[in-house]
Nanobody
Framework: VQLVESGGGLVQPGGSLKLSCAAS????????MGWYRQAPGKQRELVAD???????IYADSVKGRFTISRDNTKNTVYLQMNSLSAEDTGVYYC???????????????WGQGTQVTVSS
């Protein structure tokens, strides 16, 4: 199983970016999918996650600005980020709980990370 992220980059304060993360490989079912971020010198933190049924959780710092969504037919999760500020700068990691085949417990998978830099 692989998680491949895309969509990071450099954006000015107040701007927007949309991250995507596609899961591929041996996949029987995907449970929770989410996004974490790690700023320089800080611990990795949850940004948002979404269950297979569409229930979402957001960090307080991104509520009202970020929207997480997923397309179960494409095994893909998205993060729409609006009103970005310098505090949103960091490496964003995709995370997913995936059951590779029937009878196997779900395992936790991580993407390689994508850099988001908010700067003028």
């Amino acid at each position: 199983v692989q998680l491949v992220e895309s969509g990071g980059g450099l954006v000015q304060p107040g701007g927007s970016l949309k991250l995507s993360c596609a899961a591929s490989g041996s996949i029987f079912s995907i449970y929770k999918m989410g996004w974490y971020r790690q700023a320089p010198g800080k611990q990795r933190e949850l940004v948002a996650d979404i269950t297979s049924g569409g229930r979402t959780i957001y960090a307080d710092s991104v509520k009202g600005r970020f929207t997480i969504s997923r397309d179960n037919t494409k095994n893909t999760v998205y993060l729409q980020m609006n009103s970005l500020s310098a505090e949103d700068t960091g490496v964003y990691y995709c995370n997913a709980a995936i059951k590779a085949y029937l009878g196997r417990p779900a395992d936790d998978y991580w993407g390689q990370g994508t850099q988001v830099t908010v700067s003028s």
